[in-house]
């Protein structure tokens, strides 16, 4: 790797370190949302990265003190208030796609049903079509800076807003 002479050696070591952490996250199983069973997901700090099993896009990398209830309560079986993930699937084309191959069609934006049809079809394209894979963080701050690191670096398609 090629380094600018001008910055510190403590972020280029930074910078090297990320790749290996880029590989460890690689390395570890996916966990498809089909069989996922969640008594048998641990309850411990961690980052994890939500991809679509058939591209290995990314769609989003998130950080939490409950992997349990954050990928099965809130990223599959939650609301609007606690379902980042289908929130983000209910704007984007990759849920319009999957509606025509299961042969739905998504309510018009007007129509008072949309909210709910648009989560229940996001809920089953992720039970249908994607994976995650986690490291276990147990620190708070070396979550967020892993999170961080890993969103960048695997070129996340769903980041949270600003506000």
């Known amino acids: 790797m090629t380094t600018n002479v001008n910055a510190p050696k403590e972020y280029i070591d930074r910078c090297n370190m990320l790749i290996g952490i880029v590989e460890k996250m690689w390395s570890q199983p996916e966990i498809h949302f089909e069989s996922l069973v969640p008594s048998k997901l641990a309850v411990l700090g961690a980052v994890y990265a939500i991809g679509v099993r058939d591209t290995d896009q990314i769609l989003y990398v998130g950080r939490t003190k409950d992997l349990r209830r954050r990928l ?8 609007e208030s606690t379902a980042r993930l289908k929130k983000y699937l209910t704007k984007d084309e990759l849920l319009t796609a999957f509606a025509v191959t299961v042969e739905k069609v998504l309510p018009d934006l007007e129509d008072p049903n ?23 963080v147990n620190e708070s701050r ?9 969103t960048y670096a695997l070129n996340t398609k769903f980041i949270e807003e600003e506000h």
């Open 72 to 79: 099965y309560t809130n990223h599959l079986m939650g609301n």
């Open 142 to 150: 070396l979550r967020g800076l892993t999170e961080a690191g890993l």
């Open 114 to 136: 949309y909210k709910k049809e648009s989560y229940r079809l996001a809920k089953e394209y992720i039970r249908n079509h994607c994976y995650f894979k986690f490291l276990p």
